[in-house]
């Protein structure tokens, strides 16, 4: 048996490999100043990312959990390893050779169960894309051309087909010098009564799952049979094993991770055909899960790789099925969507086609026009549940109330729960009061309906560590406490910008009181601010913002002020730009050509000014971290932000 890795061989998988690529699989990065990177932490659920990779020293530290370490230690953690497969892997990645101390080098040293498995996945692959290509095949290349996936497709999606035989793929892998006991670990064969080993897929079409970080970790499998004595399951997949867990892989997400972070959008759509189809029509975001339904790792997985935080917003799109199974798919989503700081939203095709047969009967373009005529998943989950009731008599509107009233309550976004209060109402035919009252009772914030700022009552008030008004309120707080250093950049950014109505009643304040170009920081300027809010609560809000602390790192200076309004801006800008894709959408190019060109000549230059904005809020003084308390600020003050 060979002996330990030397030290000197552990240094050189260290310098060789590189941190930031390695991490870069899991977690969508960005720069943060200086040689310090930043991302959601896979260790952990956070909405503000204070996980930090440092390429330059080759380390990592996350100012939430505490987690840190070397590359060798991040994979260990992330794959559950080993120190020693951990450094074998990598070594293998990197082009590193292992002499171990007794003799042997790694090519010829018993590699871990976890590389094992991995390695008779690849054989497997390999093996069911060669009986693709042969006689046996033919059915299940005709089940794809049928689909419109010819030859090329299916190599790049790594299609093969499983023969029928008993044991064809059992005994290749025993041949190639596996044993029974690593095939059945891996969930590629399974032991007969006669104690032989016999093939889990047999005659079916079949497409490899892999790891964000690009590993065979198991397959799916369409039955192509059609004798009806046949029962068993149309679509089988690998049972769960070290590598291959149901609820926590995605497939299409080795294809499309690079694409979800540099677009900041997801499309999880229900099957392996629809994921071909969404990435061949120009969808190249769209994952699936894998025999079962979408839940809280997969969330995990698509938050890290959006780099969804209040900082980074993206776009959630699921399609559903038009029917009552998509319906209570869609509900179930949106009890999940809190999670999310991205936008949620549901694509339907009215005719009930899913992407792929959409595809087929309409082309790609049909399949980029049904992402593109997305709905708010909110708006969906309440027109299904308000459907479900005859509204034409008073029992039918009060129980549709009842059950619509508690989805309005849970909307993340506080500034959007009164609008989708007024339509309910009108959907329902009741009073705005009555549709207000049931969502308070439901034990949410009451959403705020229009009226004068004495009706205002304490429940519009923002929560201070809600993440998606993380922006604004510290423009605000930089106000309130430091108006000079504020100046004219502040008072330029009207109440448009801010979306709390409290927020947009605060910024409306400080211009009454004369604007921070001609204040000066003090117990005056602050009762100044105080007494031209219009309610209790926007008075009380403004002496939060007096005392509570900035989330710089260190003192606040112009640059710190600068990159938050450009913050600011940009997400008002964000609006901006989806109300005129909205509008894109529903205009006929044909039918309306010059209006066409001319809001997509607006769409362009938004675009342009949106990235403009975004350069300057990422620059080397932005701070705004939300850590969560003084202890991770302080923390975020050293070395790794230097």
Known sequence: MPGRIPDSDIAAVRERADIADVVGEHVSLRRAGGDSMKGLCPFHEERTPSFHVTPSR?????????????????????????????????????????????????????????????????????????????????????????????????????????????????????????????????????????????????GRLTWPIRSVSGDIVGFGARKLSTDPHDDSPKYLNTSETPLYKKSEVLYGVDLAKREIGRARQVVVVEGYTDVMACHLAGVPTAVATCGTAFGVSHIGILRRLLMDSDEFRGEVIFTFDGDAAGQKAALRAFDDEQRFVAQTFVAVEPAGLDPCELRQQHGDAAVRDLIARREPLVAFALRSTVARYDLETVEGRVQALRAAAPLVA?????????????????????????????????????????????????????????????IEREMLKLAVQQPALCGPFFDVIGTEAYTHPAYAAIRAAIEGAGGTGSATAGPVWVERVRERCGDETGRSVVTELAVERLRSAGPADSRYVREHIARLQERAVDRKVAALKSTLQRINPVDEPERHTKIFGELIALEQYRRGLREQAMGDGLREQAMGDGLREQAMGGEALA
């Not at 090329?152 to 793929?169: I, Q, T």
């Not at 729960?417 to 009741?430: S, T």
């Open 58 to 202: 080759g380390t990592f530290h996350c100012f939430g959990c505490g987690a840190g370490g070397d590359v060798i230690e991040f994979v260990r953690r992330m794959d559950t390893l080993g120190f020693v497969e951990a450094v074998e892997w990598l070594a293998g990645r990197y082009g590193v050779t292992i002499n171990y101390e007794g003799g042997g080098a790694a090519p010829n040293r018993r590699a871990g169960e976890r590389a094992r498995l991995t390695q008779a996945n690849s054989a497997a692959e390999a093996f069911y894309s060669e009986c693709l290509l042969a006689d046996d095949g033919t059915g299940a290349r005709a089940f794809l051309a049928e689909r419109g996936f010819d030859a090329g497709v299916a190599e790049h999606f790594g299609c093969g087909f499983a023969p029928a035989g008993w044991d064809r793929l059992s005994k290749h892998l025993l041949r190639m010098g596996f044993s029974d006991r690593e095939l059945m670990i891996a969930g590629l064969s399974s032991r007969a009564q006669s104690g032989s080993l016999i093939d889990k897929f047999r």
């Open 410 to 470: 849970k909307i993340k976004d506080q500034a959007m729960r009164p609008e989708y209060a007024r339509k309910l109402a009108g959907d329902l035919g009741m009073e705005v009061e009555a549709v207000v009252g049931a969502v308070r009772a439901a034990g949410g914030a009451a959403p705020r309906v229009a009226q004068t700022p004495s009706r205002r009552t304490d429940t519009d008030r923002p929560r201070a560590d809600d993440p998606a008004l993380g």
